[in-house]
């Protein structure tokens, strides 16, 4: 089955500063990968997606790259904000089978 | 997206008791999932709950443990049965919309004494 693996465990930047998020995934047919941010306390909040027919795509200061070939692909926040800060996690589904979640991320934007 | 609510938002309870926790969406969803994230891990899925047909479950869950119920396209129970200090977790629910998008709850949080 699908296997994700997302690096670094951990990142601090400063505020102003981009941050990168890498995650590796094992099954060349997936397909769907989505990214949650999670705030303490709350649940994951869908922030951004790609299809795998589609490199790139961006949403303000959030975009999100694929590379089919290489089965990687990752976050990039751009100017970094104190609320940014939070557990970020990737995830890579393949058709109809279920959503394979990375182990986490945690962002923290110093001011 | 969608707007789910989960209750209790947290609860405390005693070993060998049961929680149920409900999920309510504000609209109809074909597709409901629940997970565990254990603290500071990942989020697990435990079952997937259609509506009209039974729960299917990931390997290491059994529905004896984790009964689940879906009377109806927004809403759906999970239950912790018997439980014990580590089944603490927070529990989500989720529901899947149009392209594969998936909504999450805002969890519940579980002690276990």
């Known amino acids: 089955g699908e296997n994700v693996e997302q690096h670094p465990s951990t990142l601090s930047v400063q505020e102003g500063d981009s941050a990168v998020i890498k995650c590796t995934y094992s099954?060349?047919?997936?397909?769907?990968f989505p990214w949650y941010k999670q705030e303490l306390g709350k649940g994951p909040q869908l922030i951004i997606d790609?299809?795998?027919?589609?490199g790139e795509k961006k949403d303000q200061r959030i975009a999100v790259t694929l590379n089919k070939t290489a089965k990687h692909f990752s976050l990039h926040i751009t100017e970094t904000q104190p609320e940014d800060s939070a557990v970020y996690f990737c995830?890579?589904?393949?058709?109809?089978?279920?959503?394979?979640f990375g182990t986490g991320t945690r962002l923290l934007v110093s001011p | 997206s969608a707007v789910i609510s989960q209750k209790p938002s947290r609860d405390i309870c005693q070993r060998g008791t049961s929680l149920t926790i409900q999920c309510q969406v504000d609209?109809?969803?074909?597709?409901m999932f629940w997970y565990r994230q254990q603290p500071g891990q990942s989020l697990t899925l435990i079952a997937t709950?259609?509506?009209?047909?039974?729960?299917?479950?990931e390997s290491g869950f059994v529905i004896d443990k984790f009964p689940i119920s879906r009377p109806n396209l927004t809403f759906s129970t999970l239950t912790v049965s018997n439980m014990s200090p580590e089944d603490s977790s927070i529990y989500l629910c989720?529901?899947?919309?149009?392209?594969?998008?998936?909504?999450f709850g805002p969890g519940t949080r579980l002690t276990v004494l």
């Open positions: 989720s529901v899947e919309l149009a392209r594969n998008e998936q909504f």
């Open positions: 099954d060349s047919a997936s397909n769907y």
């Open positions: 790609i299809r795998s027919n589609v």
């Open positions: 995830a890579a589904r393949t058709g109809f089978q279920k959503l394979v």
């Open positions: 609209s109809q969803v074909t597709m």
């Open positions: 709950a259609n509506q009209g047909s039974e729960a299917t479950y």
